[in-house]
């Protein structure tokens, strides 16, 4: 793993079904985009189905906030990197960005804290050894990267004046 930067997870591009009545990528699409990358990143750290049906482990997400950024059109190239910001046995905390993979402009980031759950109890459980050991791995090389802005950013607007 190299401390130079997120990891690369996914490249993919916005699909026709993906815009809506705006003419851009819909926001539940902006997820779902992030949701396929997150994908790569579990198979990385060995959750991936062989390990599902083998230990009955996996990943649930427990949060998530996504901010938009910028507009994607139809048929936009996008990059999607991902930073491991923080981890125990049980919990996982993740950023990552969305990027025009040609005009290298911000698009969309999302903050995920997630859970390993144990689907025979529906409970959250520990990682096994092997999961942590990969994630670990990936953890302290990322320890290295400085801190998004974004993380822990919150929703807040001063309320009415009554």
Not at 119 to 127: G, K, Q, W, Y
């Amino acid at each position: 793993m190299s401390s130079q930067g997120p990891l690369e997870v996914k490249r993919l591009k916005v699909e026709p079904g993906w815009i809506d009545y705006n003419g851009h990528m819909n926001v539940a699409f902006y997820l779902f985009a992030f949701d396929r990358g997150y994908d790569v990143f579990m198979d990385r750290i060995g959750v991936d189905q062989a390990f599902r049906e083998r230990t009955g482990g996996t990943i649930f997400t427990g949060e998530a906030h996504v901010s938009y950024h910028a507009e994607l059109k139809l048929d936009a190239p996008i990059a999607l990197t991902l930073q491991v910001i923080g981890y125990d046995r049980k919990r996982l905390h993740t950023f990552m960005t969305m990027r025009h993979a040609e005009e290298d402009f911000l698009a969309a980031t999302v903050e995920w804290m997630s859970l390993f759950v144990d689907l025979n109890t529906r409970r959250v459980a520990e990682m096994p050894d092997e999961i942590y050991a990969a994630l670990d791995a990936i953890g302290r090389a990322h320890a290295a990267l400085p801190r998004p802005a974004a993380v822990g950013k919150s929703i807040a607007m001063p309320a009415p004046k009554r």
